[in-house]
């Protein structure tokens, strides 16, 4: 199930406020100009349904927003627990970094943790099966997809360049929780 939960940046374990259903997560995230939505195919998908296969079942959904707000391009990324990569990329994106782009991710299956610091405040959403998340350029945020990773994201972004991550040296992400898988 889909979660929110926010903190005080100087309070990492007293939560704030903690929102499971998704309109509540949609309409806190909005107040600080992150869109989260749900999508819902209306075809089941196997685990070993290809590529071209998932893209063309969330097709409707991608040209939405592709064409509502001018992005470019979009690819599928899979991570499972035997990944021979999964430990450094994960180590890539837990330190708190921005993007010069919009970071607009869609959960096919899995979960994966966004954290965003957001002026004094850290918002931890966790995206599941269905969730899609836009973060805003210029966000601060970390991501964590666990030590045994397991989901698939369909990824829409402005240009591959502008995803790069800027980190911003601070050590926030550190004292904040990680995803267990």
Same mark, same amino acid.
């Given at each position: 199930?889909?979660?929110?939960?926010?903190?005080?940046?100087?309070?990492?374990?007293?939560?704030?406020?903690?929102?499971s259903?998704?309109?509540?997560?949609?309409?806190? #995230?909005? %107040?600080?100009g992150?869109k989260?939505?749900?999508?819902?195919?209306?075809? /089941? #998908? $196997? /685990?070993?349904?290809? *590529?071209?296969?998932? @893209?063309?079942a969330?097709?409707?959904? &991608?040209?939405? #927003?592709?064409?509502?707000?001018?992005?470019?391009?979009?690819?599928? &990324?899979?991570?499972?627990? /035997?990944?021979?990569q %999964?430990?450094?990329?994960?180590?890539? !994106?837990?330190?708190?970094?921005?993007? $010069?782009?919009?970071?607009?991710?869609?959960f &096919?299956?899995?979960?994966?943790? !966004?954290?965003?610091?957001?002026? /004094?405040?850290?918002y931890?959403? #966790?995206?599941?099966? *269905?969730? +899609?998340? *836009?973060?805003?350029?210029g966000?601060?945020?970390?991501f964590?997809?666990g030590?045994?990773p +397991?989901?698939?994201? @369909?990824?829409?972004?402005d240009?591959?360049?502008?995803?790069?991550? *800027?980190?911003?040296?601070?050590d926030?992400?550190?004292? !904040?929780?990680?995803l267990?898988?």
């Amino acid at each position: 199930m889909s979660q929110l939960t926010i903190y005080s940046e100087n309070a990492p374990q007293r939560p704030l406020r903690q929102y499971s259903n998704g309109d509540a997560i949609a309409l806190e #995230l909005a %107040k600080v100009g992150v869109k989260f939505e749900r999508w819902q195919v209306k075809i /089941d #998908l $196997a /685990d070993d349904t290809n *590529n071209e296969d998932i @893209i063309t079942a969330y097709r409707q959904n &991608i040209d939405q #927003l592709i064409q509502e707000s001018g992005y470019q391009t979009y690819d599928l &990324i899979k991570m499972d627990p /035997d990944h021979p990569q %999964k430990t450094e990329l994960r180590q890539k !994106f837990l330190a708190e970094h921005i993007h $010069a782009d919009d970071e607009i991710r869609f959960f &096919i299956q899995g979960k994966g943790l !966004f954290i965003l610091h957001i002026e /004094d405040q850290v918002y931890e959403l #966790l995206c599941e099966q *269905n969730d +899609l998340i *836009n973060v805003p350029a210029g966000t601060r945020h970390w991501f964590d997809m666990g030590e045994n990773p +397991l989901f698939s994201c @369909i990824r829409i972004f402005d240009t591959p360049e502008g995803w790069v991550a *800027n980190f911003t040296g601070s050590d926030i992400a550190e004292k !904040f929780s990680r995803l267990v898988t």
